[in-house]
């Protein structure tokens, strides 16, 4: 079984604190086997992690800010814009190669998409039923209970934001070490999520710290 982190965020993600490097040899010490960079937006930080030595499997991929929410698309060779009907940027994933994940799904304050449009998780390949930046576990168990009863794949990521928290959700996965395998368990349910709690502390200082941030972006407009 390949251990998985398949939601992480670098510094290319306006909300990262962690370079590419930094990333990569956090993931390594955690004991990754396999990690998808999912910057927002951008497929950046991937492209770089390609150009650095490194044992690690790194799937493509991306957080699509749809119009409804937040879409994580895997394999995938360039970002869908963003904006899109989450069920049209699910479509595009698919028919470009790829497969998608639908992250912290019902989070109100985290562009949880299948408050807005609840088709998406079912049209999703595959939920995020843990997501490590949960520090309530109600949002959680809720995906959880819904991927069961439907039948949906299972992941956990870690969401994080800064490199020292990945592998706090992670996701043991059942195939061969490269992408197309992986991606192929991940649709067909072989995974095993898992994960523990960020600090509430340290997700109360990037919350603040992301807000306050988007208060200045909005002052100087």
Same mark, same amino acid.
């Given at each position: ?101 639908? $992250? /912290?799904?019902?989070? =109100?304050?985290?562009?949880? &998409? ?5 088709? +998406?998780?079912?049209?999703? !390949? *595959? ?9 309530? $576990? /109600?949002?959680?168990? =809720?995906?959880?209970?819904? &991927? ?5 794949? +299972?992941?956990?990521?870690? !969401? *994080? ?32 999520? *898992? ?27």
């Amino acid at each position: 079984m390949l251990k998985a982190d398949l939601h992480i965020h670098t510094s290319c993600s306006k909300d990262g604190e962690s370079t590419v490097a930094q990333v990569l040899a956090a993931a390594a010490m955690a004991g990754m086997d396999v990690i998808a960079i999912t910057d927002h937006d951008t497929m950046d930080g991937y492209r770089i992690a390609c150009e650095l030595s490194t044992d690690l499997l790194i799937i493509p991929g991306v957080e699509v800010s749809t119009r409804e929410g937040h879409l994580i698309a895997l394999g995938v060779e360039k970002a869908p814009l963003p904006g899109s009907p989450v069920l049209d940027t699910i479509q595009e994933v698919r028919q470009a190669g790829g497969i998608t994940i639908l $992250p /912290h799904p019902f989070h =109100r304050y985290r562009h949880g &998409a299948a408050l807005k449009c609840a088709e +998406a998780f079912g049209a999703a !390949d *595959a939920i995020e039923v843990y997501n490590s930046r949960y520090v309530i $576990p /109600h949002a959680n168990q =809720r995906a959880l209970r819904l &991927a069961r009863a439907m039948g949906k794949p +299972a992941v956990a990521g870690s !969401d *994080a934001h800064n490199a020292r928290f990945i592998g706090y959700g992670r996701t043991l996965i059942d195939a061969e070490k490269d992408i197309g395998s992986v991606l192929d368990a991940i649709k067909e349910g072989k995974t095993k999520p *898992a994960g523990r709690k960020t600090p509430v502390r340290i997700y109360t200082k990037q919350s603040l710290r992301n807000s306050w941030r988007k208060i200045r972006g909005r002052l100087h407009k």
